[in-house]
């Protein structure tokens, strides 16, 4: 079994998006404290994990018993719309969040970065066929990185975005029989959601993309790691990579 796709910035202990799975991942990887989550679209593969706050910062009988004082508040930060959406489906949930003091939410503005020290994160919205989604450009010094997981159709278009050190994309599929047998057709709805693995490599190239990882993987596509080491030496010279369970990367 895979993971969910998440991404965490240890450098300003920043999370990109909290799938159900996140707790657990950052249990297994030894990740113990967050200042940032920030969210790419609402959908629940990306939400859903996100009682996380509560069960890093939230010690009940501590707080009852010895009168424990709130930890930490935890920045939730989306695009504007991307929040408006969050709160659409889960405002009860952080309404009750943020009545604990566990959470704050900032909303950011489109192609406009955020600062958090000498990082700065830059979200470019997509205005996909069926979700309000997120690209991500995380810059340090002079080393930049796009995290784009899910639902990043059409691909914005910003000179800033060119020439990323690292590109992680999700939602590409691998070409051939996949889960079941099944096979995407070419006038599948399905591939204007996706991209192929053609359209992927075109866009790092476009990008002028250093490297490029593909995450969201999941099972959907019904391959082994193994399968997907193969596939990566069939593209050996496009410096690609799928990503896996913990997997680390240093710039
Ligand atoms: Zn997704």
Redesign the pocket.
Known sequence: MRSS?SLYVSDVKLLLDTPEDVAYQMNREGVNDIDYIFYSHW?P??TLGLRIVEKMYRFWLGTFVRGDKQLKKVKICALTKVMTDLYNVYGTFLNYYMRLGLIEKISLENATSYQIRDYSVTPFEVLGSNVISTVFLIKHGNRKVIYA???VKPFPQDLRLRKPDLLIL?EVFPEGPLKEGITIPEDNPLRRELFSMEEALKLAKNLEAKKTVFT?IEEEWGKSYDDYKVIEGLYGRENIAFAYDGMKINL
Request: aromatic content about 0%; overall charge negative; some cysteine.
């Open positions: 796709a959908h593969d990306h997981p899910c639902d999700g969201h």
